[in-house]
């Protein structure tokens, strides 16, 4: 706001009294050069007053337009910029700086009441509700950071470090001045206490907002709505918070929809989640977990790229010590309807979780399976997720769901299928399975792993599937490294295959959405402890900065995979054994991809048509169910299979071609 130049004149005095208007002191009352009195009216002011000049209309739904200024509202020390409309303001405004071109209408009481931080520095209980995971709120909080505030414990010089650093940050905010940006409209609010809005936020119909942090921006605006309380919060750019939700000590992310009597504590829920109707409690929501339905709730969890079922639920209370369990659900996984954990558990990436489970399984090292429950049993079919539709299906959304636009984006999220991560896991899941066979027999109808059991049908299933997945990404990741470049000879070649470093090598982490090696990490950690970094920026640049050379890093760990799995020497390659692999990777792909298209020719089955044509015959039935979904070949998923096939076959004889050459 534009520095307000001068005091009222006498004149001016008298014509805001005769309007109506009075203050405590005309001479602390300042307004900018053009300031116009007609439009202020019935206003009452205390404390020092700063109003800039109101020369525009403020426009409304249906074609309703007032002219800015100030009418019946009492301000105390606050200050208003140029071209903002204040009316009917039932209680008063108190120490608040109020941007240009806004717009506060029919409200009753916006106040900052004390010097405050407006949620940041504001503990949130996290996975353990009663304590010792405790993630301080912030505004550039990423899920990467409290990803590792809240599982990092057995490092406590870090953990203190980084409190510190937030907490610096907190400190450099703390005012006893409320702030409402440029162009936010507040419309029909009950009470704002001790909160920042940013620019182009719309707040109306809430009931109570009270120490949080708005941070709306022209790029990203924020809306909350009708009859929203929170406490305690920070809700990020483009998030939007309406419909009777209910948050306290919370975080909403960048992007993130609440709604629809959604209520929330000491929880993280960050970029593109949507939470409706249910409930959650101490948990930790990775970018893009979904949960829609009243009878769901969520508790102290940790998840991410997760589609919750309808009355999915968990239990982190066996009436002992208290409610101090907690489970990892890892990313891309699905619980059915009426699916039940009971904590400490931990789910594999990308299952599927169908029953009740009370076993305290862990399968986080037989990552794309299903675990189902059968008479009070939770049995486990490793990989089998890798040849569902769905699971694709999800791969594919997640990008085009992904509605932040704004040019600072502060969850790094790598949204691939296949990843050094999902990969090390799969080996994993080989290794152990095949260490099952080895100690049961591999005649045993039945195999024991982690409090779940695993048929012998599904083990030799399982194996085949993380086989494909493997062949298919080692050979995705050889071809990514020789595209778009010439050879003339092997030699050549070998040379474009040396890795760029060895940063990529190791095992792999998933914080949360992003996907990086643990000795990169490792590394910045041990920075932190050691204090050669004590900014919160440093630590933000770096998970930004290796988020962007994901590919670099991640051939580094596929050049050792390679080799490994393979038993070759890559710096000793020939020509004939990178066709083999290519073959291999292309035996792989169709492979997956005729799973697929066999899983989506299961929603066209006679089955699948109950239902449909209702009062006709089998004919109508099938031709009303056509009309409504359309045919199997016609279905733009199942065209984008069989285009997939084809173009990577036509990618691999291309490859061979080129390797054929360089003889």
Partial sequence: ?????????????????????????????????????????????????????????????????????????????????DDTLIMDIHNYIAHYDIGADCQIVNSNLIVATKESTFGNNTLVSVLNETGGREVPLFDRLSAPLAYIIALYRHRPELI??????????????????????????????????????????????????????????????????????????????????????????????????????FSAHDSLLFSNCVFENGEVCAIFAGPFTVSMHKSSLLIAGMYSFLNAGSGSNQSNHMYKLGPIHQGIVERGSKTTSDSYILWPARIGAFSLVMGRHYHHSDTSNIPFSYLIEKNDESYLMPGVNL??????????????????????????????????????????????????????????????????????????????????????????????????????????????????????????????????????????????????????????????????????????????AIESFYGLKLQEVEIDDLITLIRRWEDAVVGLDNLLYEDARKEFSLTSMTGFGVDGSETEKRQDFEGVRGAFESNPFVTAVKQHIEKKRALGRGMIERLEKAR
């Fill in 1 to 81: 706001m534009r520095y307000m130049k001068r005091l009222l004149t006498e004149s001016e005095c008298r014509q805001l009294e005769a309007q109506g208007c009075r203050a405590e002191s005309w001479d602390k009352v300042w307004v900018a050069e053009g300031f116009c009195t007609d439009f202020v009216r019935e206003a009452e002011f205390s404390g020092t007053i700063q109003l800039g000049m109101f020369s525009k209309k403020a426009s409304w739904e249906g074609g309703i337009s007032q002219h800015s200024g100030i009418y019946r509202a009492r301000l105390h020390d606050c200050s208003v910029g």
């Fill in 160 to 261: 203190c470090r980084l409190m510190e650093m937030i907490s610096a940050y907190s400190r450099r905010l703390a005012t006893g001045r409320g702030t409402i940006g440029k162009g936010t409209k507040i419309i029909n609010a009950g009470t704002l206490r001790d909160v920042r809005i940013g620019e182009f936020a719309k707040v109306e119909n809430v009931t109570r907002l009270q120490n949080g942090s708005v941070n709306s921006t022209e790029e990203e605006p924020v809306y909350v709505g009708d009859s929203v309380i929170a406490e305690d919060f920070i809700i990020s750019s483009g998030a939007e918070v309406s419909d009777a939700a209910k948050l306290v000590r919370c975080f909403v992310g960048q992007s993130c929809r609440v709604s629809h009597n």
């Fill in 387 to 560: 040849r569902s539709v769905g699971t694709i299906r999800d791969a594919q959304k997640w990008p085009k769901r992904d509605k932040r636009r704004g040019t600072l984006k502060l969850d790094p999220i790598n949204y691939n299928l296949l990843s050094p991560y999902t990969i090390q896991k799969m080996m994993k899941a080989v290794s152990i399975l095949k260490e099952l066979q080895s100690l049961a027999g591999a005649t045993s109808d039945v195999y024991y792993y982690q409090n779940t059991r695993i048929k012998r049908t599904s083990l030799l299933r399982g194996l085949e599937l993380y086989r494909m997945a493997i062949e298919k990404f080692l050979g995705n990741s050889l071809i990514s490294r020789l595209q778009g470049q010439e050879f003339e000879n092997i030699e050549d070649i070998r040379r474009r295959l040396r890795p760029d470093s060895s940063d990529g090598q190791g095992e792999w982490l998933d914080l949360s959405g992003l996907i990086l090696p643990a000795r990169s990490l490792n590394n910045i950690l041990e920075d932190v402890e050691q204090g050669r970094i004590n900014q919160i920026e440093d630590l933000e640049n770096f998970f930004q900065e290796t988020h962007a050379r994901y590919y670099s890093l991640e051939w580094d760990w596929a050049y050792e």
